[in-house]
């Protein structure tokens, strides 16, 4: 079963994967969604929007547009650099983007998203091309499998799938079973995602005939989650100090300073949900703008409750 770092804005760039590497990562990495236009457009912040680094052969990237002229032409420019495939988004349920006619809004018409593939097949070559979605509009099985039938026609090689409606943006819980259907009926590996919040989860989503499994926030609040799912059993032991100043080090060093603040912000909303005043330190975090105030906002805390610093765990296999 391979695991998948999900596509997530402002969150999955090189210094987020630098960070889940230390533990020894997971297989494959999504990068954090490329506006086509933008990358068109060739703005001086574009390099590290594209930036694979350290393994550019485990980044897929990931494109969202709503035309597919923009598209074709900037899955073109990708497909020339090094990376483990071009993932187009059909699943984003942000206003800002939908309201473009981007992400999820692809589902909406079958055949303009099939022409779209098909333009966009053709200008890659020398990649994999893959798809992430949702379930569209609505929970009909039927329209869903034509969708992803008609995905697998023009020549997508995997499909990612977050079994949740446009509407249902984050809520209720992700639909597996509709995972279980695309696994079982397209002849393309599906990966699936949604609510794998800690590795006990990622374990349990381990056995299915799904291809592999996506994990987004949850990778975020515990970057060491796909290590602690691989070492099922066995004791490991994180310095969760360290890995927030780790962090912190990271992006200075792979982000530009404009970044920072926002990034910063961005990640210390989820991992600061692992403590016990967390709400505390992340309301602190939130009111500073420099990273190293909130290095030492961090190294306060742990000072304060030192009892939090090492998580121990030994993860029980499920049965
Ligand atoms: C902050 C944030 C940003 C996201 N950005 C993207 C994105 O750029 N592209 C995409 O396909 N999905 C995006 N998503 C959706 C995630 O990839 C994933 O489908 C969703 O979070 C469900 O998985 P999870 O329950 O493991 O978090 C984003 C989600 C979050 C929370």
């Given amino acids: 079963m391979q695991y998948y770092l999900a596509p997530m804005a402002t969150l999955t760039h090189r210094a987020l994967r630098e960070l889940i590497l230390e533990f020894g990562g997971c297989d494959y990495f999504f990068s954090e969604m490329i506006s086509a236009r933008g990358l068109l457009n060739g703005g001086h912040l574009e390099q590290y929007y594209v930036d694979a680094g350290p393994h550019p052969d485990r980044v897929i990237y990931q494109l969202m547009g709503s035309d597919a002229d923009s598209i074709a032409a900037a899955a073109a420019m990708l497909d020339e650099r090094d990376c483990a495939g071009i993932d187009i988004n059909m699943g984003c349920a942000a206003p800002a983007i939908t309201r473009q006619g ?109 291809s592999g499994v996506m994990v987004g926030r949850g990778a975020v609040q515990q970057p060491w989650i796909f290590a602690q799912a691989r070492a099922a059993g066995q004791q490991i032991e994180v310095d969760r100090e360290a890995v927030a100043l780790q962090f912190l080090e990271l992006l200075r ?35 500073e703008s420099d990273t190293h105030a909130m290095g030492a906002l961090v190294r306060q805390y742990f000072r304060r409750y030192p009892q939090e610093r090492i998580l121990s765990v030994a993860l029980v296999p499920n049965p």
Avoid at 134 to 162: K, N, S, W, Y
Avoid at 268 to 273: D, M
């Fill in 102 to 210: 981007g992400g999820v809004s692809w589902m909406s018409d079958y055949d303009s998203a099939i022409r779209m593939v098909d333009q966009v097949r053709r200008q890659v070559t020398r990649h994999p091309l893959s798809v992430k979605l949702r379930l569209g509009f609505d929970e009909d099985p039927e329209r869903v499998m034509h969708f992803c039938r008609g995905l697998e026609q023009a020549g997508v090689e995997m499909i990612t799938m977050h079994p949740r409606t446009a509407k249902q943006k984050f809520k209720r819980t992700a639909r597996w079973s509709f995972v279980e259907l695309a696994a079982e009926h397209l002849h393309i590996p599906v990966i699936g995602n949604g609510d794998v919040t800690d590795a006990s989860r990622l374990v349990a989503r381990s056995r299915g005939p799904w």
């Fill in 253 to 287: 060093r792979r982000q530009p300073a404009e970044f920072w603040k926002s990034r910063a912000h961005r990640f210390f909303a989820y991992y600061c949900t692992n403590f016990a005043w967390g709400h505390n330190l992340n309301t602190g975090i939130h009111r």
